[in-house]
């Protein structure tokens, strides 16, 4: 299982300490278990596969595909009731901003999004490029 937590982790183009945090685990936690040190608990393989879409079937065993194949639809049910669970959330706070959009600002958030989108792309080709060259 080790080396399949360390796959999705690298799947994702996640740190160590950036993974960890999603799964409310610590660093150190997460490379004893990348390590094969130790296993994770029941509690933290279940997080992975929820936080990430990960089969848990596959993150055990290796058998079989490593994402759960969910509809679209299926999976903003989820991430909307996980929203919802959470008064205070940032997510919650600004999706409740957002379903108050007009299409004037449904095509300005599209505008600044496709150009987030564009500048995160090239960063991580000037990344990827400088690492080539290492």
């Known amino acids: 299982m080790n ?10 183009k996640m740190t160590q300490v950036k993974f960890a945090r999603s799964i409310s685990i610590a660093q150190n936690t997460l490379s004893q278990y990348e390590k094969g040190i130790s296993t994770p608990l029941d509690a933290i393989i279940a997080s992975i596969c929820k936080v990430y879409n990960v089969d848990e079937h596959w993150l055990r065993t290796g058998e079989g595909e490593m994402f759960v194949n969910k509809e679209k639809k299926e999976l903003l049910a989820d991430f ?3 929203v919802l669970a959470d008064n205070e959330s940032f997510k919650l706070q600004l ?8 299409a004037d600002d ?4 599209e ?4 150009k987030i989108v564009k500048e995160s792309e090239a960063r991580a ?3 990827q490029e400088e690492k080539d060259h290492e």
Request: cysteine-free; hydrophobic content about 50%.
């Open 3 to 12: 080396e399949r937590i360390k796959e999705i982790r690298k799947y994702f």
């Open 80 to 82: 909307f009731a996980d």
């Open 95 to 102: 999706l409740s901003a957002i379903a108050t959009f007009d």
């Open 106 to 109: 449904w095509a300005a958030l």
């Open 111 to 114: 505008k600044i999004t496709k």
């Open 125 to 127: 080709k000037f990344t």
